[in-house]
C-alpha cells in the first residue's frame, strides 16, 4: 500500500523472518550471492574442517552427521558480509531446521521421533533458497512497479509495551496477539534460536513472553471487571493456572495502554482472532 511502517516482535526469530519478508532484494544481486554459496557448499566432504556448536540442546535434536553440515552452511552465512543478504539466508536455514532434525514432523510441540530419517540439510537449504529467489523476484519486480522500493518498513526487536513510535503517530495497528492458552511460542522457535544463539538457555529465553507459563511474580494490574472475575473463579480451582491466566491479562493491559500512546484514534475491532485499530 506504500504506506511507511513499524513492526515489533520481542521474538528475534520472529524479527529475522519478517526481515526477510519485508526487504525486497535485487534479484541479480541475491542469485550471485547465493551462487557464491553454493560453490563453497559443494565443496563440504568427511574431511572439512568444521567447527560444530556445543550445546545440549542441538545434540538432543539433530544427529552428528545433520549437525556437521549445518554448521558449514551456517558458518559460510555467517560470511556474508552483506546484512540484507545474510538475513535472507538465515531465514532459509532456519525454515530448514526441523526438517533436518528429530523432531516428530507433525508435532507442533517439541517431541523427539527416533526413527525419523532428518532430510539432508545441503540439498534441503537449495531448494528453500530456490523458492525463496523466486518469491524474493515477485515481491521485488512487484514494489518496483508501485514505486514502493524507498518505502520505509522497519522491525525492531523489543517488547510491545515499548514500541519506539512517537504520541499519537500512528493511523493503524495490526497486531496477531498470543493466546492465553497458546503453545509455548519460545519452545516452537527454539532450534533457530539455538543455532543463531538467540539465547543459551531456553527458559531464560521462554521468560520474554507474553502468553508464557514462565513468569515471576510481581503487582498485576489488570483494569479490567471481566478479567478479575475470570481470575477470582480460577482461584477456586487451581492457583497456578489463576497466576499465569492474570499475569497475561496485566501484561497485555500494558500492550494496550501503549497502543494508545501511539494512536492518533482509539478505535479497536476484534475479528477473527486479530486486533484492528484505527
Known amino acids: ?3 511507511p511502517s513499524v513492526g515489533v516482535d520481542i521474538n528475534p526469530v520472529a524479527v529475522l523472518i519478517t526481515k526477510a519478508k519485508i ?6 544481486k541475491i ?3 547465493f551462487a557464491v554459496l553454493q560453490a563453497k557448499l559443494n565443496t563440504y566432504n568427511k574431511e572439512t574442517k568444521i567447527k560444530a556448536p556445543e550445546h545440549e540442546r542441538i545434540d538432543y535434536w539433530f544427529k552428528p552427521e545433520e549437525k556437521r553440515k549445518l554448521a ?4 559460510e552465512i ?3 558480509k552483506d546484512q540484507d543478504v545474510r538475513d535472507f539466508f538465515f531465514c532459509g ?7 533436518c532434525s528429530i523432531w516428530l514432523q507433525k508435532s507442533n510441540k517439541p517431541t523427539r521421533d527416533m526413527n525419523k530419517k532428518p532430510s539432508d540439510p545441503i540439498p534441503t537449504f537449495y531448494k528453500q533458497i530456490k523458492m525463496m529467489i523466486r518469491g524474493n523476484a515477485r515481491f521485488y519486480e512487484l514494489s518496483k512497479e508501485k ?3 524507498e518505502i520505509p518498513s522497519q522491525v525492531y526487536c523489543t517488547d510491545a509495551r515499548t514500541i519506539p513510535v512517537k504520541d499519537n503517530s500512528a493511523s493503524l495497528i495490526v497486531t496477531s496477539p498470543p493466546y492465553v492458552t497458546s503453545y509455548e511460542y519460545a519452545d516452537l522457535h527454539q532450534l533457530t534460536a539455538l543455532w543463531l544463539e538467540y539465547t543459551k538457555d531456553l527458559n531464560d529465553f521462554c521468560k520474554r513472553f507474553i502468553g508464557t507459563s514462565y513468569h515471576n511474580k510481581k503487582d498485576l494490574v489488570l483494569n479490567s471487571k471481566l478479567a478479575e472475575k475470570i481470575r ?5 480451582k487451581d492457583k497456578k493456572t489463576a497466576e499465569e491466566v492474570s499475569t497475561y491479562f496485566s501484561e497485555m493491559n500494558q500492550v494496550f495502554v501503549e497502543m494508545k500512546r501511539i494512536l492518533k484514534n482509539f478505535i479497536i475491532n476484534l475479528i477473527n482472532g486479530y486486533s484492528y485499530a484505527t
Open 93 to 99: 536455514f532456519s525454515n530448514i531446521l526441523k526438517n
Open 1 to 3: 500500500m506504500g504506506r
Open 78 to 80: 555467517s560470511k556474508l
Open 23 to 28: 526487504t525486497p532484494i535485487d534479484p541479480k
Open 72 to 75: 558449514f552452511i551456517f558458518a
Open 31 to 33: 542469485e550471485k550471492a
Open 147 to 149: 514505486n514502493h522500493l
Open 232 to 236: 477470582n473463579e480460577l482461584l477456586k
